[in-house]
C-alpha cells in the first residue's frame, strides 16, 4: 500500500453505547422536569405566604387590618325612682296688729347752751309702721291719740309732715327733759312708743 492512499478514520465504537444514551435522557429530564417543579412549587408558596392582603398598585401604606369590632354590652335601664314631695308647709299667719317698726328723733341731748349753733335744738323726726292708717304726735303723754298734739299725721312719715309752723321741731330749752310718743292706730287697734330727749 502506497503513501499517497486516503485512510479513513474509524473512531471506536462502543457496542450499545447509543442505545445507553438514549435510555438515559429521558430519565435525566425526568429529574430536571421534578427539581423545577417542586422550585416553582416552593416559590409559589412562598410568594402566597409573603404576599398576605394585597395592596394596590403605586401604594406604599399599608393596608389596615380590620379588628373585630366588640360586642357591646347591654347597660341595664336604671328603673326611675319617684320622688315624693313633702308635704307643703303651712303658711305663717299673716299678722294684722297695728305695729311701729321704727320711730327715731336726734339729737338725743339738745345743746340749749349760749354759744351752740343756730338751730342746736331742733329735732329730726320719723316714724315707720305696719299695718297702721293714722299716726298721732304727743309731748309729755303716753298715748298721743287721746292726749298729743291733736295732728293727724300718716302711718309713715317725719317732721315734714307736722302742720306749718312746726318744721323744723324745736327742742324747748327750759326743761331738763323731754318725752315725745308716737301713737299709730289702724283698724286692729293701736301701739304707741315714746322717746325721751336730754338737754345739755
Not at 86 to 97: D, I, L, S
Request: hydrophobic share 30%.
Amino acid at each position: 500500500m502506497s503513501d499517497d492512499t486516503p485512510t479513513q478514520r474509524f473512531d471506536a465504537q462502543v457496542p450499545g453505547g447509543e442505545e445507553k444514551r438514549k435510555s438515559r435522557l429521558p430519565l435525566i429530564l425526568g429529574i430536571i422536569g421534578g427539581i423545577l417543579l417542586l422550585v416553582v412549587i416552593l416559590l409559589l408558596i412562598l410568594l402566597l405566604r409573603g404576599q398576605g392582603t394585597p395592596s394596590a398598585a403605586g401604594t406604599t401604606s399599608p393596608i389596615p387590618t380590620v379588628t373585630p369590632s366588640e360586642t357591646p354590652v347591654a347597660t341595664p335601664t336604671p328603673t326611675p325612682t319617684q320622688v315624693v314631695a313633702p308635704p307643703p308647709t303651712a303658711a305663717p299667719p299673716v299678722n294684722h296688729h297695728v305695729t311701729i317698726t321704727g320711730y327715731s328723733m336726734n339729737p338725743i341731748h339738745v345743746d340749749c347752751s349760749a354759744t351752740a349753733p343756730a338751730g342746736a335744738q331742733n329735732l329730726s323726726i320719723s316714724w315707720h309702721s305696719i299695718n297702721g292708717t293714722k299716726a298721732y304726735f304727743g309731748v309729755q303723754t303716753s298715748d298721743a291719740e287721746t292726749g298729743g298734739m291733736g295732728w293727724i299725721l300718716p302711718p309713715n312719715g317725719n317732721q315734714h309732715n307736722f302742720p306749718s309752723g312746726y318744721d323744723p321741731y324745736t327742742y324747748q330749752c327750759g326743761n331738763a327733759s323731754q318725752t315725745y310718743t308716737i301713737t299709730i292706730t289702724g283698724p286692729t287697734g293701736k301701739v304707741s312708743k315714746t322717746i325721751t330727749i336730754f338737754r345739755k
